[in-house]
């Protein structure tokens, strides 16, 4: 069973907040926060069996309270971007907070990234709870909140998610972790060039969602092949990054979402591997969600991280496994729409090895 020890890590508006270290018997660990749900770091070998931390973040809980880029955070209640911050809902239309430009993004102004969660650990793991109140971020009904993060001895951290609404709402959940397995607290590494360009990625996908400059799907589903979206074989993220393709323009880089399936999986479905050659860790991911939004860490601007050290652009990726942007307005996409008397579930597992 993992061992976890729960230690303070400050208070927020007066609401004590707890640092949770799990850990595996082969030496894995990783460090979760009730606020947001945050994994603060994620310690990992490499092929000659040395630990580094494998995600971005701080050192404080203020530092995530004052400039958190999403670092490590479950995002909610709705991930990734609303067109407009409008949707309608039963007849009914609903206007969110625009924090994203003209849209909304990962929740609204005070999204599930900065609350404090309800946490207890039991069975090897850490349960975190919610309770959204109706009409938080103006999205309706009370919705009810559980993710459970388990670190197995198979070197997986498992992310479960559950949810359950008195009122018809839309629900979208995951975490937005920034991977760079290469390990920036590595001695070898050089931080300020570090990046995830040499990262060797497959997305076991055949079609994306394009977008606009907005970062809003058009609503189609286009084929990854013949395209610098074609990650279908293993392939370093910065071999086409540059490209002069529209869409690379459009997403300041990679910012998109590859399809997995058609609408919400019953089973785990393969999502993902990443794979560094200098430590020679690999990430794979599986997830039950239909979709994965690929981010290659754009707006990444010198920030300031764990240990002073210095987060360049592109020095991270994240892989958020969910539902596909903008699908309340997109009658074609798999549908967020949660009512009462159902349960939302997802289960998301990143796991590590090396080679």
């Known amino acids: 069973m993992t061992a976890i020890q729960q230690q303070s890590f400050g208070s927020v508006n007066g609401q004590a907040v707890s640092l949770y270290t799990l850990r595996n018997k082969n030496g894995m660990s990783a460090k979760i926060t009730n606020y947001g749900g945050i994994v603060v770091s994620l310690m990992t070998p490499d092929r000659n069996g040395h630990y580094a931390d494998v995600v971005l973040g701080f050192d404080t809980l203020q530092e995530y ?21 409008r949707f309608s809902l039963d007849g009914q239309s609903y206007q969110l907070a625009t924090n994203n430009g003209e849209n909304h993004l990962h929740g609204g102004k005070r999204g599930f990234d900065k609350k404090v969660w309800a946490a207890s650990t039991r069975g090897g ?10 009409g938080e971020e103006n999205y309706p009904g009370t919705l009810k909140t559980e993710v459970t993060y388990t670190l197995t001895n198979n070197n997986e951290l498992r992310i479960d998610y ?3 609404t008195d009122k ?6 995951t975490n937005h972790s920034y991977f760079n397995l290469a390990g920036l607290d590595n001695e070898e590494v050089e931080v300020d060039a570090a990046t995830i360009l040499n990262h060797e990625l497959t997305l076991y996908a055949n079609r994306y969602t394009p977008i606009d400059a907005g970062s809003i799907p058009l609503g189609d589903l286009s084929s990854v092949a013949g395209t610098p979206f074609d990650f279908r074989s293993s392939t370093a993220i910065g071999k086409h990054i540059n490209n002069n393709h529209q869409q690379l323009k459009n997403g300041k880089g990679y910012d998109h979402n590859f399809v997995l399936k058609s609408k919400r999986n ?8 990443v794979y560094d050659s200098m430590s020679g860790r690999v990430m794979e991911v599986d997830t039950t969600e239909p979709g994965l939004q690929l981010y290659t860490g754009n707006f990444l601007k010198s920030i300031k991280g764990k240990n002073g050290e210095n987060y360049p652009h592109r020095s991270a990726l994240c892989l958020e496994a969910q539902t596909f942007p903008d699908s309340p307005n997109q009658p074609s996409f798999p549908s967020p729409v949660l009512r009462p008397g159902e349960k939302y579930r997802q289960t998301t597992i990143y796991r590590f090895s090396t080679t």
Do not use: E
């Open 65 to 85: 309270v004052d400039k958190n880029p999403f670092f490590g955070c479950i995002t909610g209640r709705y991930a990734n971007r609303i067109a407009k911050g």
């Open 125 to 134: 793991a850490l349960h975190l709870s919610y309770v959204s109140p109706d």
């Open 162 to 164: 559950l949810a359950t």
């Open 168 to 173: 018809t709402t839309i629900v979208n959940l």
């Open 266 to 273: 019953k089973h785990l479905v393969k999502a993902a591997r």
